[in-house]
T-cell receptor, first 112, second 121 residues
Framework: QKEVEQNSGPLSVPEGAIASLNCTYSDRGSQSFFWYRQYSGKSPELIMSIYSNGDKEDGRFTAQLNKASQYVSLLIRDSQPSDSATYLCAPLPRGGSYIPTFGRGTSLIVHP | GAVVSQHPSWVICKSGTSVKIECRSLDFQATTMFWYRQFPKQSLMLMATSNEGSKATYEQGVEKDKFLINHASLTLSTLTVTSAHPEDSSFYIC?????????????????FGEGSRLTVL
C-alpha cells in the first residue's frame, strides 16, 4: 500500500466551479497534514495545513480532515485558471523526523 | 513565509562532470535542510537531510558518494552531483523549516527553494 495516494488526474473543472482534491494516507499516526501547490516547472509552495479533524478555511481554500478514515481533502471554491497546477498532499508521519511524505499529486486544470 | 533561495535554476553539463547546487535560507537560520529530487510527473522524493555542522543523512538507495552534501553554515547547504550521467537529469529542490516563525515548534511545514533543473548530456 502506498503511503500517500492521490488521483493523478487531470481533474478538469470550469472556471467558477468547486474543485475537490482528495488524498488518503496509510500512517494512522499522522498528526499534521499539508497541501502544497506546484506549478509546472516550479517548486512546491505551501497553501494549507490542517491538524485537527474537521474543516479549515482560508480564503477560497478549505481543507478537510478525517483521521478515522485516513482521508484529507482540499476544496477550491470559485476556481480560477490560475489555480491550474498540481496539488500535493503531504501528511507528516509519526516519529521524530518531522519530514512530510509527499503524494504524486493531482493535476488540476481550470478552463475558462 | 520564509524565503529559501536556490542556485542555479538551470544547469546543463556534460556526462562525467560535477555540478554544485546551492541552497540558502535568506531570512532565517536553518540547522536542517532537505534535498529532494523530482522526475517528470513523479512525486517529490527525499534524497537526504542536510545537517549543519555534521554529516548528511541519506535516504535508502541514494549514493552518498555521488550526491555530496555540505552544510557548513546555518544558511547554506550545497548538493554536488559528482560524475553526472544522463540518468541524473532531474529537478532538484531544497527545502528548510523556519522554526522561528512557528515559535520554535516543529510543525513540519517546509519552505522550498526555486529548484534546479539539471540536464546531463
Amino acid at each position: 500500500q502506498k503511503e500517500v495516494e492521490q488521483n493523478s488526474g487531470p481533474l478538469s473543472v470550469p472556471e467558477g466551479a468547486i474543485a475537490s482534491l482528495n488524498c488518503t494516507y496509510s500512517d494512522r499516526g499522522s498528526q499534521s497534514f499539508f497541501w502544497y501547490r506546484q506549478y509546472s516547472g516550479k517548486s512546491p509552495e505551501l497553501i494549507m495545513s490542517i491538524y485537527s479533524n474537521g474543516d479549515k478555511e482560508d480564503g477560497r481554500f478549505t481543507a478537510q480532515l478525517n483521521k478515522a478514515s485516513q482521508y484529507v481533502s482540499l476544496l477550491i471554491r470559485d476556481s480560477q485558471p490560475s489555480d491550474s497546477a498540481t496539488y500535493l498532499c503531504a501528511p507528516l508521519p509519526r516519529g521524530g523526523s518531522y519530514i512530510p511524505t509527499f503524494g504524486r499529486g493531482t493535476s488540476l486544470i481550470v478552463h475558462p | 513565509g520564509a524565503v529559501v533561495s536556490q542556485h542555479p535554476s538551470w544547469v546543463i553539463c556534460k556526462s562525467g562532470t560535477s555540478v554544485k547546487i546551492e541552497c540558502r535560507s535568506l531570512d532565517f537560520q536553518a540547522t536542517t535542510m532537505f534535498w529532494y529530487r523530482q522526475f517528470p510527473k513523479q512525486s517529490l522524493m527525499l534524497m537526504a537531510t542536510s545537517n549543519e555542522g555534521s554529516k548528511a543523512t541519506y535516504e535508502q538507495g541514494v549514493e552518498k558518494d555521488k550526491f555530496l552534501i555540505n552544510h557548513a553554515s546555518l544558511t547554506l547547504s550545497t548538493l554536488t552531483v559528482t560524475s553526472a550521467h544522463p540518468e541524473d537529469s532531474s529537478f532538484y529542490i531544497c527545502s528548510a523549516r523556519d522554526l522561528g516563525s512557528s515559535g520554535g515548534a516543529n510543525t513540519g511545514e517546509l519552505f522550498f527553494g526555486e529548484g534546479s533543473r539539471l540536464t546531463v548530456l
